[in-house]
C-alpha cells in the first residue's frame, strides 16, 4: 500500500533541509520500481497557498497540495531556516501541524524545524535536536523535554528530529530502514551515490 508523504515548504525554508529528504524518499521508489515493485511512496511538497515558495537561498518551488487540500498524511516532515522564526508564529500553519501530526505514522524535522514542531505540539515534552547554532535558544523555549547537541538525529517516540541541513539525508534514510528495512535504506544510500567525505574533514 502506497504511503503519502508531505513535506512542508514555506518561504525562506532551507533548500537542503527538504530536498535532501525528498530525494531519499523519491529514490526509494525508484529503487522499488527498478526491482519490479509499486512505488510505496507519495511524496508532496504542502504548502499554506498555492503560489511559489522561495527559500533560503533563493530557490523557487511550487507545492503539489495546499495545507487546505492535502490527502492524509502517513509521515510529515518539516525543513528549518530562517522562515521558520516567522513561521512559528502563524497559528494557522502550527493549527495544521498539530491537526495532521495526530494521525501521522512519522512526525519529522529537519534543522530548526523542530522550533515549529515544539511549538505546534508533537514534539513538546520530547527529546530533541536542531542545528548546534539553534540548540541554546531551542533550550530557552522551554517546550522540549531535552535538546541535545552533537548528534546527527533523535528518535522519542514517532517523534525524529535531526540537525542541520544535510543531517536529515541522515534522518531520512533511518526513516526508510524503519518503514521498510535496513537493507533497503542501504539500496537507496547506494543508489544515491551518498557517502560523505567532506573537503579537509575527510583529508587523508
Known amino acids: ?43 508532496l511538497l504542502v504548502a499554506e497557498k498555492d503560489a511559489p515558495v522561495r527559500c533560503a537561498k533563493a530557490m523557487r518551488v511550487l507545492p503539489d497540495v495546499t495545507m487546505a487540500n492535502c490527502p492524509p498524511l502517513d509521515v510529515l516532515l518539516i525543513p528549518g531556516g530562517m522562515g521558520t522564526r516567522r513561521e512559528v508564529q502563524n497559528k494557522t500553519l502550527t493549527d495544521w501541524v498539530a491537526k495532521v501530526a495526530a494521525s ?66 541522515d534522518m531520512a534514510l533511518w526513516l526508510i530502514g524503519q518503514i521498510h528495512s535496513p537493507e533497503t535504506a542501504r539500496m537507496v544510500q547506494r543508489a544515491m551515490e551518498y557517502d560523505p567525505a567532506p573537503p579537509y574533514a575527510a583529508a587523508v
Open 1 to 43: 500500500m502506497t504511503s503519502t508523504i508531505g513535506i512542508l515548504v514555506f518561504d525562506d525554508a532551507e533548500e537542503l533541509d527538504f530536498v535532501g529528504p525528498w530525494e531519499v524518499f523519491t529514490m526509494t521508489n525508484e529503487v522499488f520500481t527498478r526491482g519490479g515493485k509499486e512505488r510505496p511512496h507519495n511524496v
Open 104 to 169: 501521522c505514522s512519522w512526525i519529522t524535522s529537519v534543522c530548526t524545524g523542530a522550533l515549529i514542531l515544539t511549538a505546534a505540539g508533537p514534539a513538546k515534552g520530547k527529546r530533541v535536536t536542531t542545528h548546534w547554532g539553534f540548540v541554546a535558544s531551542l533550550r530557552e523555549r522551554d517546550e522540549a523535554k531535552e535538546v541535545l547537541e552533537n548528534v546527527r538525529y533523535v528518535r522519542d517516540g514517532n517523534v525524529v528530529t535531526a540537525a542541520g541541513v544535510s543531517a536529515g539525508i
